[in-house]
């Protein structure tokens, strides 16, 4: 249970010390857009690699419309409209269309969580599903990968004359960008399934030394993202509608057609309009993780793996995050009690689980970086992950201060 039953400090809330210097990263470059509307539709309507949605969709009995969980905002609410309206015109009704939220192995999100990201009236007629992970009879053979195996994905993807991927590009952790491929594994996949791609990223995110290495950024020489490309690839009736957000949360861009064509041209349009690498690694990582990625540590790790790049070796990270949902599920816990780093790593070789390479991702950063945790998660739990629990931002600010008398640049993230 929270300590305290406030909220953690916003980074704009929190003012630095006078002497400190912040290298970075620069303020985001992604502008609002007059017309996400608009945005959308000249995507679906001009898409990359493929005929016009409404062309696509033309003849099809069965619709499946992919979307994310509430883990990651993707203002679906808005880029289903043109796309539920191009496949009215190509003569479906409501019937034959179903929404498809994609959960991986996330928790299920509530109804009242759906109606919030698509609007009441989305969710009372098209009458979104979740993805099974757990549900071996909901889910049907989708093909055998040679890395993956049995692939097996929810029955309404696997079984739709057309299945309609959607989702938000941004740098990701595991696949280089999240969106594309995902969205199908391990977007709506059996929890089988979903083990054996996330096996593909122990030695992506692992050196060979032990350390970490984010694949931010990286869709070549990233054998994960091959994995789920092929897997988009076999499915053969996939059509990609990814969009890049602006900092309000707006779309501001989109790119639609073949998934890996789409995919990759709306990673370049991202990569574009993102900050460039920091001229010079910061003494200090102060890192708040925002909305849904703030409220798990499971989340939160993601936002810690966004400061390595910006850090020198052995710079402290202060962590302002809500972590109201604790851990963020049960199965990341046991991971703590694997002993030496050493140990954890040959059990996950040998018995893979991607809540156990989480832990050991937030163990070897924390073994590598003082982390320090201004939230509302017990302290009985983050200190024997090795985390350093805080009950409020300036006094945790202070404290790190007193602790690195040597801190003279700061590096300033927000994700969410």
């Keep these: 249970m929270p300590d305290d039953p406030s909220s953690p400090a916003t980074l704009e809330g929190l003012e630095l010390p006078a002497g400190l210097r912040v290298v970075g990263p620069p303020a985001a470059q992604v502008a609002p857009v007059?017309?996400?509307?608009?945005?959308?539709?000249?995507?679906?309507?001009a898409p990359l690699g493929r005929p016009p949605l409404e062309e696509v969709a033309w003849g099809a009995r069965s619709v499946a419309v992919v979307i994310p969980d509430a883990t990651r905002p993707a203002a679906a609410g808005v880029y289903l409209l043109p796309l539920l309206?191009?496949?009215?015109?190509?003569?479906l009704d409501p019937a034959r269309i179903r929404l498809v939220v994609a959960r991986g192995i996330h928790p299920a999100t509530p109804r009242t969580e759906v109606a919030r990201m698509l609007g009441e009236?989305?969710?009372?007629?098209?009458?979104?599903?979740?993805?099974?992970?757990?549900?071996?009879?909901?889910?049907?053979?989708?093909?055998?990968?040679?890395?993956?195996?049995?692939?097996?994905?929810?029955?309404?993807?696997?079984?739709?004359?057309?299945?309609i991927l959607t989702g938000v590009?941004?740098?990701?952790?595991?696949?280089?960008?999240?969106?594309?491929?995902?969205?199908?594994?391990?977007?709506?996949?059996?929890?089988?399934?979903?083990?054996?791609?996330?096996?593909?990223?122990?030695?992506?995110?692992?050196?060979?030394?032990?350390?970490?290495?984010?694949?931010?950024?990286?869709?070549?020489?990233?054998?994960?993202?091959?994995?789920?490309?092929?897997?988009?690839?076999?499915h053969?009736?996939?059509?990609l509608l990814n969009v890049a957000l602006a900092s309000d949360g707006t779309i501001a861009a989109a790119v639609a057609g073949e998934v890996e064509a789409a995919h990759r041209a709306a990673?370049?349009?991202?990569?574009?309009?993102?900050?460039?690498?920091?001229?010079?690694?910061?003494?200090?990582?102060?890192?708040?993780?925002?909305?849904?990625r703030g409220r798990s540590l499971i989340q939160a790790h993601k936002a810690l793996l966004e400061a390595l790049a910006w850090l020198k070796p052995g710079a402290p990270v202060l962590l302002l995050a809500d972590l109201g949902d604790g851990p963020g599920h049960p199965a990341l816990l046991p991971?703590?009690?694997?002993?030496?780093?050493?140990?954890?790593?040959?059990?996950?070789?040998?018995?893979?689980?991607?809540?156990?390479?989480?832990?050991?991702?937030?163990?070897?950063?924390?073994?590598?970086?003082?982390?320090?945790v201004v939230s509302r998660m017990s302290r009985d739990l983050l200190r024997p992950m090795g985390l350093v629990p805080h009950a409020e931002a300036r006094a945790a600010l202070d404290f790190?201060?007193?602790?690195?008398?040597?801190?003279?640049?700061?590096?300033?993230?927000?994700?969410?």
């Design 34 to 45: 007059a017309s996400p509307l608009a945005v959308v539709a000249r995507a679906i309507d």
């Design 267 to 292: 990673a370049r349009a991202f990569e574009a309009a993102r900050p460039a690498a920091p001229p010079e690694p910061a003494d200090l990582g102060v890192v708040e993780a925002r909305g849904p």
């Design 335 to 372: 991971w703590f009690e694997a002993g030496r780093l050493e140990r954890h790593l040959a059990a996950l070789r040998r018995e893979f689980h991607p809540y156990g390479l989480t832990a050991y991702s937030l163990r070897r950063i924390a073994r590598d970086h003082p982390v320090h």
């Design 236 to 239: 053969g009736r996939a059509f």
């Design 400 to 416: 790190v201060l007193s602790e690195h008398p040597g801190v003279r640049t700061v590096a300033r993230l927000a994700s969410g």
């Design 121 to 163: 009236e989305l969710v009372s007629v098209l009458r979104p599903i979740q993805s099974a992970p757990e549900t071996p009879e909901l889910n049907a053979l989708l093909s055998t990968d040679p890395a993956l195996g049995a692939v097996r994905v929810h029955r309404t993807v696997a079984e739709a004359d057309l299945a």
């Design 169 to 234: 590009v941004a740098p990701h952790h595991l696949a280089g960008y999240s969106g594309g491929p995902k969205a199908l594994v391990p977007g709506v996949a059996e929890r089988g399934t979903v083990l054996a791609a996330h096996r593909l990223t122990l030695d992506t995110l692992v050196a060979p030394d032990g350390s970490i290495r984010s694949a931010a950024g990286r869709l070549d020489d990233n054998p994960f993202y091959a994995a789920l490309l092929g897997v988009a690839r076999a």
């Design 85 to 91: 309206s191009r496949l009215t015109r190509a003569g």
